[in-house]
């Protein structure tokens, strides 16, 4: 007998079967706009939380709970791969993560360690673990990880950066040490993903949160045939678990991340869902996609934006509601609710 969650809302959508309502989960689900994620911080800082599986699986499930949203995913951080890999990973109080020895060269390349398994990990393995046993049977559970651009975007510039002029330059100077370095990091990540998976991940969804810095014909050479790595090698770790391929920032690589590879496909607000949805293909479900920052408005024009959002595809296989990117950390928890609601009144 299957287990309940196969038959669930989102792992029914992510296969692109007919499904009763939308289902609906929210990037940066768990995070500072939630009172209680915020007491917890107070006690613990963030790299200290994410080494905790008690409290991750807690945070995740907690949640679920509050917001009634169809799937929980996994607490965690884009950037822990990096640290088994050997480069040095601190979040200061403020103005984003940091890498105390960033990659600038072919050299740097070379000392980047390969990650074999889950050494240096095991924490996030055993947090899927306890969030998987702790929540419903019948909702499936999200791991996750960053892209290879992404990460190496971190990587490069060594935090964030307005124009990753670090990272444009070594991918433009020495495409022979950038393509080893996403390489590594495309390997890396894969068998980051099939170890989630194994712990007890439903599906998986892979960020690349920085990508939209580059144009189309950049992303297609010096980008695309590592992310295709990365879900080839999940297709052939584990056939049948969804995985949501998810960028932001440019729509003109909508195209190119479809072909790129996953079953579904994340889009931010910058294009209308059956826009979209034209430019990924058929083949591919789609996920999103409404701007953050609407939630910062009334509940009433929330529930309207929804239903904007969603009409267009009303009744399509394979959607699934979230926002364009993560929940600020302004947003009213009440404002997350009217969201959550409109979509599952949707009719």
Known sequence: ?????????????????????????????????????????????????????????????????????????LFSDLLLILEPMGLGLEFPGSGGPRLRNPIRSAFDVDRLRELPGMDGLEFVAEAVRRTRAGLPDHLPLIGFAGAPFTLAAYAVEGGPSRDYRLTKSLMYTDPGAWDALLGRLARSVARYLAAQIDAGAQAVQVFDSWVGCLGADDYRHYVLPHSRA???????????????????????????????????????????????????????????NLDPAVLLASPAEIRRRVRQMIEPVRGRAGYIANLGHGVLPQTPVENVLAMVDAVHEFE
């Open 1 to 73: 007998m299957l287990p309940a969650w196969h038959h669930s809302l989102l792992m029914k959508a992510a296969r692109r079967e007919p499904t009763r309502r939308i289902p609906v989960w929210l990037m940066r689900q768990a995070g500072r706009y939630l009172p209680e994620y915020r007491a917890l911080r107070r006690q613990l800082d963030f790299l200290a939380l994410c080494k905790d599986p008690q409290r991750c699986a807690e945070v995740a499930i907690r949640t679920v709970e509050r917001l009634g949203v169809d799937a929980a995913i």
């Open 230 to 288: 990365v879900f080839q090698a999940l297709q052939a770790f584990r056939m049948d678990v969804p995985a949501i391929h998810f960028a932001t920032g440019n729509p003109a690589l909508l195209p190119l991340l479809g072909e790129a590879g996953g079953s579904i496909i994340g889009v931010d607000w910058r294009s209308p869902l059956e826009d979209a949805w034209r430019a990924v293909g058929d083949s591919k479900g789609l996920q999103g």
